[in-house]
């Protein structure tokens, strides 16, 4: 066990050489090596002589040392909605190039993360207030929505969570199955053990048997509900094998789900409640149905005439008030229930998903002139899409049918799209209905899927 | 085609709720994920729990070759039936 240091002051302290940082492609990373991988990562971005980079790796390690040599080099980090091919390639340029383990982009636009340090390099604490991040997320527009960070307000959080939680997690392994390229993953996943000396995993667990096979008998799970509303008939673990702790973001977690994950791990899902403009607002465990969110220490809420749930905090963008996407219900105690979304955004497997984004990328695809994004009412939530087809596309669907054409769409849209923003279910149409002043008609809409 | 890789493909279209595609129209040997049928992490996540439900199979938390078993139907079939030897045996 080490002491919590600020990420500002942590390549700069006196860590022991072999403490373990995390595991990453079956192998102890510790910190000497990874002192070492950042030095060599540092190296390369400064013989580049640019003050910005795009930050994606597949492991969670490796972005750790991408993030520090990135911050101790001066640089900007962009994080980028997902990390599918297609999106880097909107944010990288020769001016911004790609921080990664290595992925198909032009050499001139690519730094490799980590290899062999040539010289030492004198670490030096950061200034947290004069250390920028830039974090893309869905917009409205269908444009992804830029919302910038200090490296301040990153670790004013996860000073937060380390009083909240430090002590349940002492000597614990994190293992998570949702991604560290968005900021819940990333804090909670790699950024919050890397401060607090507990090791993490670097790889993303898909499958919860490839999970529970690595997970030591001190773990901490990083979930989210696409995940714990779909836990497989397992045998509960005994009590040697139940981890700590169990977390949960991104959307809500059903009363159900979350009773269901306590029967098999034998403890209650934490959920966090926040998001990238806010960070973590409030946490609960659903012990009764319904259970109130509490706020973090140091977390004001109020409810505005609009019932929109706003926020303020010492990490919150600029820390001031911000407002959620949320409607909700307040208690004099400050507690509160989410009681609906606000906007225009959609939740799908916790991933917010901006309708007007995946019709504009699947307009860009030669077989279609127009499309339209639903989400579907009812018991399975999931985006529908209505298609027309351009010439090309009619012919492929007569070539090969409606199934086999919408596959051909969806591994289109998977170059900008992560899988919860592609839609399940398809139709393909002469002409999107419409009213008499040209509007789309969102009823007729959900009509083709009745 | 045997039984058992109809009943999956059947499984597979309900589960999912796949349309505008019948059983006979998914080749045995084809890949689930990514390409061939573009199935998704959600989906396999969907998928394993109705396996285990409908064939009372648990799988092994400590074996690496999930992946494998769910390549394809065939695979798949392969699996179940290798499972239900053990489980009679």
Redesign the interface.
């Given at each position: 066990m080490t002491e919590f240091q600020p990420l500002s002051a942590l390549m700069a302290s006196r860590c022991s050489d072999d403490l373990l940082v995390a595991m990453s492609h079956g192998r102890e990373k510790k910190f000497g090596e990874f002192r070492s991988s950042v030095t060599a990562t540092i190296e390369k971005i400064q013989s580049r002589k640019v003050d910005k980079v795009v930050l994606a790796t597949e492991d969670a390690y490796k972005y750790c040392v991408g993030f520090l040599a990135a911050l101790h080099s001066s640089c900007r980090i962009i994080v980028p909605p997902n990390s599918q091919p297609g999106t880097l390639g909107n944010y990288v340029s020769h001016d911004c190039p790609l921080l990664s383990e290595g992925r198909g982009v032009p050499e001139a636009e690519w730094i490799e993360i980590g290899g062999e340090a040539r010289s030492e390099f004198e670490f030096l604490r950061i200034d947290p207030a004069r250390s920028h991040l830039d974090f893309y997320t869905s917009g409205s527009t269908g444009t992804p929505k830029c919302i910038p960070k200090l490296l301040s307000q990153i670790e004013d959080e996860l000073t937060v969570l380390q009083s909240t939680w430090g002590a349940e997690l002492i000597d614990s392994i994190t293992l998570g199955t949702v991604t560290h390229q968005h900021i819940y993953g990333l804090y909670f996943k790699a950024l919050w053990p890397l401060s607090a000396g507990r090791p993490f995993y670097g790889q993303t667990f898909?499958?919860?048997?490839?999970m529970?096979?690595q997970a030591p008998n001190r773990s901490c799970f990083v979930s989210s509900p696409?995940?714990l509303s779909?836990?497989?008939?397992?045998?509960p673990l005994s009590e040697g094998d139940q981890p700590q702790m169990i977390l949960s973001a991104g959307g809500p977690l059903s009363y159900s789900s979350a009773q269901h994950a306590q029967e098999i791990f034998g403890v209650l899902p934490t959920e966090i409640y926040g998001s990238t403009e806010t960070g973590g607002v409030a946490h609960r465990q659903q012990a009764e149905n319904p259970t109130p969110f509490k706020p973090l220490s140091g977390m004001e809420t109020r409810i505005a005439a609009s019932g929109i749930l706003s926020v303020r905090s010492n990490y919150t963008d600029n820390q001031d008030w911000a407002e959620t996407n949320d409607l909700a219900t307040r208690f004099e105690d400050g507690q509160f229930l989410l009681t609906g979304r606000s906007d225009q955004f959609t939740k799908i497997?916790g991933k917010r998903v901006s309708l007007a984004e995946v019709e504009k990328y699947l307009c860009q695809s030669e077989l279609v002139t127009e499309a339209a994004v639903i989400l579907l009412e009812g018991e399975?939530e999931g985006l529908a899409a209505i298609v027309e087809l351009s010439n090309t596309g009619k012919a492929k669907l007569t070539d090969m049918?409606?199934?086999r054409l919408?596959?051909q769409l969806?591994?289109f849209l998977q170059d900008t799209l992560e899988?919860?923003a592609?839609p399940?279910?398809?139709r393909f149409v002469e002409a999107l209905p419409t009213n008499s002043q040209g509007k789309r008609m969102r009823s007729a809409l959900q009509e083709l899927f009745k | 085609m045997n039984d058992l890789e109809l009943e999956l493909k059947k499984l597979v279209i309900d589960t999912l709720n796949l349309e505008d595609i019948t059983p006979d129209e998914i080749d045995s040997e084809e890949m689930l994920f990514v390409e061939g049928l573009g199935l998704d992490s959600i989906d396999a996540l969907e998928l394993g729990v109705e396996i285990q439900k409908t064939y009372g199979i648990k799988m092994n938390a400590q074996s690496d070759d999930i992946k494998q078993h769910f390549a394809s139907v065939r695979s798949l079939a392969n699996f179940i039936s290798s499972e239900r030897k053990e489980m009679s045996a």
């Open positions: 898909e499958i919860w048997e490839d529970l096979a696409a995940h779909r836990i497989p008939a397992f045998t497997e399975r049918g409606a199934f919408n596959r969806r591994q899988p919860a592609m399940k279910r398809w | -």
